[in-house]
Antibody, heavy 125, light 107 residues
């Protein structure tokens, strides 16, 4: 069974650092991009960025560039999302998801077929 | 533009048909995908590509695309379909982008 298992809930203070994880199993971890998605309380899904564990090629959405770091350790099939200095506004649920890419005729399409259950991050003084 | 626009809320009578739409320039180049999210749960994929359903998704869910608009149609909406629905597409930078989401109410 293809799974993404995320690390547990975190409660941190402003200014602290944090690294959350997403471990893949049941498939070739190095062959699929892994994306990170933020959902602030009561709000919609926001795409943060994506990494290809095979070579660590990473892309960030403009809103998150410089705010977080996405990395991966292919030896243990795990992707990470980290902050160097948390803010209260980082309080949110964070999901990882596997991205699949396919070609149908002349069209390319991309979709996230497997999601982690999410990691709740609470930042409060 | 890498933005996707959805109506914030849509309602449908039980058993009737509802269409949820998503507009954005990236949809001219890439098929969108659709995700259902119920309160307290992670999103799940319901439609991808031209009109493909993952295993386990009822056939009352279907997708279509024309120009810069992708649509999700639920034919014969059920109470359990009440949820938030998000479209998603790849953008020109190689990343993905979500629409703002549509809250579906089944009356």
């Amino acid at each position: 069974e293809v799974q993404l298992v995320q690390s547990g809930a975190e409660v941190k203070k402003p200014g602290e650092s944090l690294k959350i994880s997403c471990k893949g199993s049941g498939y070739s971890f190095t062959s699929f991009w892994i994306g990170w998605v933020r959902q602030m309380p009561g709000k919609g899904l926001e795409w943060m960025g994506i990494i290809y564990p095979g070579d660590s090629d990473t892309r960030y959405s403009p809103s998150f560039q410089g705010q977080v770091t996405i990395s991966a350790d292919k030896s243990i099939s795990t992707a990470y999302l980290q902050w160097s200095s948390l803010k209260a506004s980082d309080t949110a649920m964070y999901y990882c998801a596997r991205r699949v890419s396919m070609v149908q005729g002349v069209y390319y399409y991309y979709y996230m077929d497997v999601w982690g259950k999410g990691t709740t991050v609470t930042v409060s003084s | 533009s890498s933005e996707l626009t959805q109506d914030p809320a849509v309602s449908v009578a039980l058993g009737q048909t509802v269409r949820i739409t998503c507009q954005g320039d990236s949809l001219r180049n890439y098929y969108g995908s659709w995700y259902q999210q119920k309160p307290g749960q992670a999103p799940i994929l319901v439609i991808y590509g031209q009109n493909n359903r993952p295993s386990g998704i009822p056939d009352r869910f279907s997708g279509s695309s024309s120009g810069n608009t992708a649509s999700l149609t639920i034919t014969g909406a059920q109470a359990e379909d009440e949820a938030d629905y998000y479209c998603n597409s790849r953008d020109s930078s190689g990343n993905q982008v979500f629409g703002g989401g549509t809250k579906l109410t089944v009356l």
